[in-house]
């Protein structure tokens, strides 16, 4: 249902966006949102955005990482930048809507130091 993708490496200070892509329409999905998970540590909320457009964000990605979405796409963004090395992780995606909820399969983003 989901398919995650524009993971890689990346030197601390760089860029990279995420795409998550819905092989069903997301133009009524209640939310769609990121999560992370390190080696060794439990999948972590990353930031959420609404059906009504409205964005929020775990403090530590906040004013670095933005959310964004085509609807004609079928599709969520994550726009990282100012990267760090603790931003490694798998970055998951999520949508929710009157059907269920569903999780994509997963990206790896690597930043080095």
């Known amino acids: 249902q989901l398919q995650a993708s524009g993971g890689g490496s990346v030197q601390a200070g760089g860029s990279l966006r995420l795409s998550c892509t819905a092989s069903k329409s997301i133009a009524r999905m209640n939310a769609m949102g990121w999560f992370r998970q390190a080696p060794g540590t439990q999948r972590e909320w990353v930031g959420t955005?609404?059906?009504?457009?409205?964005?929020t964000y775990a403090g530590s990605v906040k004013g670095r990482f933005t959310i964004s979405r085509d609807n004609n796409k079928n599709a969520m963004y994550l726009e990282m930048n100012s990267l760090k090395p603790e931003d490694t992780a798998v970055y998951y995606c999520?949508?929710?809507?009157?059907?269920?909820?569903?999780w994509g399969q997963g990206t790896l983003v690597t930043v080095s130091s």
């Open positions: 955005i609404a059906y009504g457009g409205i964005t």
């Open positions: 999520r949508l929710t809507d009157n059907d269920g909820t569903y």
